[in-house]
């Protein structure tokens, strides 16, 4: 019978996308947009963190749209990196509008159980209606772009 380890938060890896308007001055002052999927290291964040272009970003109303990606984090320290990095974004002047989002990526290890992972989705599925809902809209909850996995189950 194969033995399998128990899964851990502190030993699962994730990353994150955050999707900004970044602004003029930023640009002007050094910061490179790479494009879809090719970001490059953005001079202010982390060694890791790139920018990159992403076509569902609304910068109609100036700026540009610039998705920043991590690294892959690992526990509290990956959580307090993506703490600092928001700060840093926000004091920098990037911002958000209607089209910006947040997309978060989960490792998992093949030897953690199954059932575990049942219960990180079922946790996520139960949460995602108040996720969606701290963004002031149903636009995300019902876009394409962000469905959730509440769509996969019996809901």
Known sequence: MPTHRTANAADMTFGIEIETVAPDSEVAGGLRIGSYHRGVQVPYLPRGWTAERDGSIDNSAGGHACEIVSP??????GLAQVADVLRTLEARGHRVNFTCGVHVHVGWKADWPA???ARLVTIVAYAERGLYAITGTKRRERSRYCGGVRKYGNN
Do not use: K, N, T, W
Not at 72 to 77: K, S
């Open 72 to 77: 892959i984090l690992r526990g509290p320290e």
């Open 115 to 117: 059932e575990a992972l």
